[in-house]
């Protein structure tokens, strides 16, 4: 966006460092496991829908008898939608009662706050810096 390209940037991005000779090849761990993920998560999802739509009929002749029952199907994901919003509920909760009260002094003052006796006396009179 700059027009001087030469000129470098005043912080240092761990991609944009020059890697090390034993680091240089292959990627990064953190990449391995969101692109393994990714996949488990797809396959996962396939294997859900299709347990959930196909009938029981033809799981059992291509020889898959032992499965959970449909209920799980509805139940599984309902479960999941209210841990969910219950785990947000508590660290809401938790959030609020870690706070002080709205009208409890150490919302306005705290270790950093300075009293008006120790501030410049130039500043108690009133009078503005020039």
Same mark, same amino acid.
């Given at each position: /966006?700059?027009?001087?390209?030469?000129?470098?940037?005043? #912080?240092?991005? *761990?991609?944009?460092?020059?890697?090390? =000779?034993? @680091?240089?090849?292959?990627?990064?761990?953190?990449?391995?496991?969101g692109f393994v993920g990714s996949l488990w998560?797809?396959?996962?999802?396939?294997? /859900?829908?299709?347990?959930?739509?196909?009938?029981?009929? #033809?799981?059992? *002749?291509?020889?898959?008898?032992?499965? =959970?029952? @449909?209920y799980w199907t509805m139940a599984m994901p309902?479960?999941s939608m209210v841990i969910v919003l219950l785990?947000?509920?508590?660290?809401?909760?938790?959030?609020?009662?870690?706070?002080?009260?709205?009208?409890?002094?150490?919302?306005?003052?705290?270790?950093?706050?300075?009293?008006?006796?120790?501030?410049?006396?130039?500043?108690?009179?009133?009078?503005?810096?020039?």
């Amino acid at each position: /966006f700059s027009k001087r390209k030469n000129q470098e940037s005043g #912080f240092q991005d *761990s991609d944009s460092s020059k890697p090390s =000779p034993s @680091k240089a090849h292959g990627p990064k761990p953190s990449e391995v496991y969101g692109f393994v993920g990714s996949l488990w998560t797809i396959v996962a999802t396939v294997i /859900f829908l299709i347990w959930a739509y196909v009938p029981d009929k #033809f799981l059992e *002749s291509i020889g898959i008898y032992y499965y =959970p029952r @449909k209920y799980w199907t509805m139940a599984m994901p309902t479960y999941s939608m209210v841990i969910v919003l219950l785990a947000l509920g508590f660290y809401i909760a938790l959030n609020f009662m870690s706070t002080s009260n709205p009208t409890s002094l150490t919302t306005l003052f705290d270790d950093y706050s300075r009293e008006a006796e120790n501030l410049d006396p130039e500043m108690k009179k009133g009078k503005t810096c020039q």
